[in-house]
T-cell receptor, first 112, second 113 residues
Framework: DAGVTQSPTHLIKTRGQQVTLRCSPK?????VSWYQQALGQGPQFIFQYYEEEERQRGNFPDRFSGHQFPNYSSELNVNALLLGDSALYLCASSLEDKRGYTFGSGTRLTVV | KQEVTQIPAALSVPEGENLVLNCSFT??????LQWFRQDPGKGLTSLLLIQSSQREQTSGRLNASLDKSSGRSTLYIAASQPGDSATYLCAVRTTGTASKLTFGTGTRLQVTL
């Protein structure tokens, strides 16, 4: 049973560019959340998607946007990249019934 | 606003020792609390999930307890091994915030030979 799959694993972008990160949830899961983890910090909640709608959003600017597809997979888009966007981006999936989360291995984004 | 604190920030112990990692949270209205392990540069691996109605959960050498009223959880690791070296993160899912997880900054554990 495949867990949460994220792609790509590593990415280097230039300031001002745009990036798209992808996530496939664990089989049977219907909810996808995205987190940003800076070095030495705990993950910070970006937003969550359920039934193809953004259900909740953390304190991130509108440059961060996302999408969930009918097969429950999801994308995270970041526009106008800043150096401070360099981080590990984690995708987590879960079931709507408030059980635990399963995380992917993350995408390491470096903005230069 | 929920805040999660983990103490200590770092810990180094010799192999074979039993150890306790601490997690505290400010809002006791939680659905559940989850402990994760993170190896350097990697994703999160779930260790234990405790629902708000439970007092503890056990998996192998790991035991996690939850005292919701005092806003505390502990992760007990028995007979530590070098392979246990990693960062351990505590995360709470708070009532009224849909499904958002709030994380602590983690405890970095090193188990030496």
């Amino acid at each position: 049973d495949a867990g949460v799959t994220q792609s790509p694993t590593h990415l280097i972008k230039t300031r001002g560019q745009q990036v798209t990160l992808r996530c496939s949830p664990k089989s049977g899961h219907d909810t996808v959340s995205w987190y940003q983890q800076a070095l030495g910090q705990g993950p910070q909640f970006i937003f969550q998607y359920y039934e193809e709608e953004e259900r909740q959003r953390g304190n991130f600017p509108d440059r961060f946007s996302g999408h969930q597809f009918p097969n429950y997979s999801s994308e995270l888009n970041v526009n106008a990249l800043l150096l401070g966007d360099s981080a590990l981006y984690l995708c987590a999936s879960s079931l709507e019934d408030k059980r635990g989360y399963t995380f992917g291995s993350g995408t390491r984004l470096t903005v230069v | 606003k929920q805040e999660v604190t983990q103490i200590p920030a770092a810990l180094s112990v010799p192999e074979g020792e039993n150890l306790v990692l601490n997690c505290s949270f400010t809002d006791s209205a939680i659905y559940n609390l989850q402990w994760f392990r993170q190896d350097p540069g990697k994703g999160l691996t779930s260790l234990l999930l405790i629902q708000s109605s439970q007092r503890e959960q056990t998996s192998g050498r790991l035991n996690a307890s939850l005292d919701k009223s005092s806003g505390r959880s502990t992760l007990y690791i028995a007979a530590s091994q070098p392979g246990d070296s990693a960062t351990y993160l505590c995360a709470v899912r708070t009532t009224g915030t849909a499904s958002k997880l709030t994380f602590g900054t983690g405890t970095r554990l090193q188990v030496t030979l």
